[in-house]
């Protein structure tokens, strides 16, 4: 596609429930972030994928947030039982081999009430 | 670990006029990028400028310029000739030319631009 494709674009969901969030990143990008970005705060970095694999999760904030990528083009991010702490605003960016830049979606906001 | 700081919650500038953002950063690596991205209320970051260390010359992009001091760690961002469409959370971020390339963000300024 032209560019970084999140949905949804918003999502409440309620405390307690599961919810995925997808990316569909620029195609013939092998490397896709995830990043979080609250309320009034730069984004903050999740998780990086290179291919298909996970290469860097290091900023995921505990076992209830997982991601995948297993054919290396589209990813999902899976909260499970969600809490008000959550919600966010979920960014993805992808970046081409040979670039420095990465391109960001418009993210998905999510509202856990 | 690296840090971004930027130290202006909020900024605003006329019409026309000329505006610098401030953005300093920490890191104990010698080859990395900085940029700046604009952030509108669409949530999209889009992606001003960018600046890579072991160039001395300062990036320009049109009405935007940075200043780059690499020994005092500090990367501000120079708006000249502001126009409406500049209004927008401005954010500055380091990246590792090493490893994942992931992006380390500021916590941004918000700059208004009055008519």
């Known amino acids: 596609g032209a560019g970084v494709s999140q949905t949804p674009s918003n999502k409440v969901t309620e405390k307690g429930k599961y919810v995925e969030l997808r990316c569909d990143p620029i195609?013939?990008?092998?490397?896709l972030y995830w990043y979080r970005q609250s309320l009034g705060q730069g984004p903050e970095f999740l998780i990086y994928?290179?291919?298909?694999?996970?290469?860097?999760d290091s900023g995921l904030p505990n076992d209830r947030f997982f991601a995948v990528r297993p054919e290396g083009s589209v990813s999902t991010l899976k909260i499970q039982r969600t809490e008000r702490g959550d919600s966010a605003v979920y960014l993805c960016?992808?970046?081409?081999?040979?670039?420095?830049?990465?391109?960001f979606g418009q993210g998905t906001r999510l509202t856990v009430v | 670990a690296q840090t971004v700081t930027q130290s202006q919650p909020e900024m605003s500038v006329q019409e026309a006029e000329t505006v610098t953002l401030s953005c300093t950063y920490d890191t104990s690596e010698s080859d990395y990028y900085l940029f700046w991205y604009k952030q509108p209320p669409s949530r999209q970051m889009i992606l001003v400028i960018r600046?890579?260390?072991?160039?001395?010359q300062n990036a320009t992009e049109n009405r935007f310029s940075v200043n780059f001091q690499k020994a005092a760690k500090s990367f501000s961002l120079k708006i000249s000739d502001s126009q409406l469409g500049d209004a927008a959370m401005y954010f500055c971020?380091?990246?590792?030319?090493?490893?994942?390339?992931?992006?380390?963000f500021g916590k941004g300024t918000k700059l208004t631009v009055n008519p």
């Open positions: 971020a380091y990246g590792w030319s090493g490893g994942s390339e992931k992006l380390v």
């Open positions: 994928f290179q291919g298909t694999g996970a290469a860097d």
């Open positions: 195609s013939g990008h092998t490397a």
């Open positions: 600046q890579e260390a072991y160039k001395q």
């Open positions: 960016a992808s970046r081409g081999q040979r670039d420095s830049e990465a391109f």
